[in-house]
């Protein structure tokens, strides 16, 4: 049972592989590849201004979702963003069950037997629905996987299996709240995690984020524009970078601080001076002014940090309570910001977004509004089974039959406001997915 969960090295003929192995994964893996026995069904009355639109809310399992999406976005997707299920164990987590049991015959005796056959349920739920969503991406689409820490290590090998370890862009580390979480240890993990994986790694690349460009002035009408006072030592450097400059006006010698040198070589020191960007002052004590201007900057953009702070968690629920006057009716949704920043950075203004774990539709409502602000068209295909809706808020119990229910809902609302602000006629086609059936006529 030990070996349920493990990361084992296998002989495999003459190479050494290492791999995630779980009870299940053949299975998992057969799964995917299974054909798809049912087919997708356009229902007019729940969709919204669904022929001016091609947003997509498909209400399926989502592996029968990614099956029957292959025949027409196979290699059309450029950002897929999924908040699956953390596997917290919490059953009437609101909204939706978060519990992943492992098969009863191994034996659930002990805690730790539980424990892995926990996980193993849980890779076995991800594993071919991974397999299946790479499919759909463009060559320069990327994956990214919200996750915090109770698996988000067993599903950095998997995707790493499926992927390649060399298409693996990196791990975001979001910031997402500042309360503690647990009194008990008196430790409080304030973060989860975005893994990013890309179909093709050398094909990406994150648009980045504005600089900070507010210190540049021009409060001496400098005609070489906007300036900021520039830091002129560094932390490394060599000894002949640890040079005298002398002050022309008072005739003092200048160091760089102490265990620091210089970021520039003497002969510099003459051509600045001449040109005004380096500017001694004429009072003694006082050593000189060296300016960085806006124009010398090679771009104003810089790279996205990979630790994201700003954004919190409970902003996602205000969201959905200001939709919802009786309250949010779903738990921890994921604020639009963070959807919307991974749209910013990835995605031109034509590109598809899919989310197969819509939940409440924090994504749909990310791209709808993130259009209205950037003046773009970015679609989305949002998958959402029919889960019965656990109504932990009686307001909703009659409301909502299932998720779906609500995911529709949300976008429905989300859309209606931007219509009546904008007058425009947003909307999106619903789709569910019907078994075929089977006929024993001959
Ligand atoms: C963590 S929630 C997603 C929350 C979402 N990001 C939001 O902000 O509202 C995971 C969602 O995935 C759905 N889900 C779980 N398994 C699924 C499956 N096999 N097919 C489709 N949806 C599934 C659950 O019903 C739940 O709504």
Request: proline share 4%.
């Amino acid at each position: 049972m030990a070996s349920l969960l493990r990361n084992n090295a296998m002989q495999e003929d003459t190479h050494e592989h290492f791999a995630l192995q779980w009870y299940g994964k053949e299975q998992a893996k057969t799964e995917a590849f299974s054909d798809c026995k049912h087919q997708i069904i356009f229902e007019a009355e729940k969709s919204l201004w669904a022929e001016q639109n091609e947003h997509i809310l498909l209400e399926a399992d989502n592996l029968v979702g990614l099956k029957l999406l292959h025949a027409n976005y196979e290699g059309r997707i450029k950002l897929i963003y999924i908040d699956p299920p953390y596997n917290t164990g919490e059953e009437q987590l609101y909204g939706y069950s978060d519990k992943f049991v492992g098969k009863k015959e191994l034996g659930n005796n002990s805690k730790k037997q539980s424990y892995a056959l926990s996980q193993a349920a849980w890779l076995s739920m991800m594993y071919p629905r991974m397999l299946r969503a790479r499919d759909l991406m463009t060559k320069n689409g990327v994956l990214a996987v919200s996750i915090d820490n109770r698996e988000v290590f067993q599903l950095k090998l998997m995707l790493d299996e499926i992927f390649g370890h060399e298409n693996f862009i990196g791990e975001l580390i979001w910031v997402n709240r500042t309360s503690p979480n647990d009194t008990k240890l008196n430790f409080a993990t304030t973060h989860e995690y975005v893994l990013f994986y890309a179909k093709h790694k050398q094909n990406v690349r994150f648009e980045g984020l504005d600089k900070d460009l507010s210190q540049y002035k021009n409060p001496d009408n400098d005609p070489k524009g906007p300036w900021m006072a520039d830091n002129p030592s560094a932390a490394s450097g060599t000894t002949s970078y640890r040079f005298p400059i002398k002050n022309p006006y008072t005739g003092e010698d200048r160091f760089p601080p102490k265990g620091r040198f210089w970021a520039f070589s003497p002969q510099r020191v003459a051509e600045w001076t001449e040109s005004g960007k380096m500017k001694f002052h004429n009072q003694a004590g006082k050593g000189f002014l060296l300016k960085k201007y806006l124009h010398e900057l090679k771009s104003s953009q810089k790279a996205l940090d990979s630790v994201l702070v700003g954004i919190l968690t409970a902003e996602g629920t205000r969201e959905l309570k200001s939709l919802y006057e009786e309250g949010a009716p779903f738990k921890y949704p994921k604020p639009t910001a963070l959807v919307k920043l991974l749209i910013q950075q990835l995605c031109g203004p034509e590109d598809w977004v899919l989310d197969f774990f819509a939940g409440s539709g924090s994504t749909a409502q990310a791209v709808l509004d993130y259009n209205s602000e950037a003046k773009s068209h970015v679609k989305f295909i949002c998958v959402q089974s029919a889960e019965p809706y656990n109504a932990q808020n009686k307001a909703y119990a009659a409301q909502f039959q299932t998720v779906a229910d609500l995911t529709r809902d949300r976008i429905t609302r989300v859309c209606e406001r931007i219509n009546a602000e904008t007058g425009s006629q947003l909307g999106f086609k619903y789709w569910t997915a019907a078994a075929i059936k089977v006929s024993n006529e001959k």
